[in-house]
T-cell receptor
């Protein structure tokens, strides 16, 4: 079956702009989690959506938001971009939730803020 | 908040040597997961441990969960060049407000 698909793969934005990233989970998976990965901070949990509801949230400012649609596809939005938001953004899908069951990661979106 | 320490940060081994990475949490965990990320790749789920004192094996990989559910280890026997990558633990806190925290990872280099 198809894996987790993230689009776009690469993105360059200017400071102050906003960006929307997309994640299509594996068919049948109801949970989508988002992560930020940087060399300095490692892998940090942003939030998890399950059946269109945000179930868990990490310690990120309100500029980071997300949503999940009825087909389980998820989007993540970052407003008022800062240089420090440059990172690899990963999403992971799972059947029962990232915290309980095996999660499958997408290839990620590499965001560069200039 | 929950803190997860993973050591060592880097490990270089000769092919055929063993390798171990450790994760320690400041709080009791509900469960812990292990992932492997190859250079330029994305994390791949390896295993989940749930029970106190649990030991699971996958071929040359042995995973352990401490009796107090505060620490875990991943041991690779007789490393191969295909084992190269960064190994992460992902700790899930217990209690009503569960959090998932990734360790900083151990970057393994295997020299042929």
């Amino acid at each position: 079956k198809a894996g987790v698909t993230q689009t776009p793969r690469y993105l360059i934005k200017t400071r102050g702009q906003q960006v929307t990233l997309s994640c299509s989970p594996i068919s049948g998976h109801r949970s989508v989690s988002w992560y930020q990965q940087t060399p300095g901070q490692g892998l940090q949990f942003l939030f998890e959506y399950f059946s269109e509801t945000q179930r868990n949230k990490g310690n990120f400012p309100g500029r980071f938001s997300g949503r999940q649609f009825s087909n389980s596809r998820s989007e993540m939005n970052v407003s008022t971009l800062e240089l420090g938001d440059s990172a690899l953004y990963l999403c992971a899908s799972s059947w029962g939730g990232q915290m309980n069951t095996e999660a499958f990661f997408g290839q990620g979106t590499r965001l560069t803020v200039v | 908040g929950q803190q997860v320490m993973q050591i060592p940060q880097y490990q270089h081994v000769q092919e055929g040597e063993d390798f171990t990475t450790y994760c320690n949490s400041s709080t009791t965990l509900s469960n812990i997961q292990w992932y492997k990320q190859r250079p330029g790749g994305h994390p791949v789920f390896l295993i989940q441990l749930v029970k106190s004192g649990e030991v699971k094996k996958q071929k040359r990989l042995t995973f352990q969960f401490g009796e107090a559910k505060k620490n875990s280890s991943l041991h690779i026997t007789a490393t191969q060049t295909t084992d190269v990558g960064t190994y992460f633990c992902a700790a899930v806190s217990s209690g009503s407000a569960r959090q998932l925290t990734f360790g900083s990872g151990t970057q393994l280099t295997v020299l042929p």
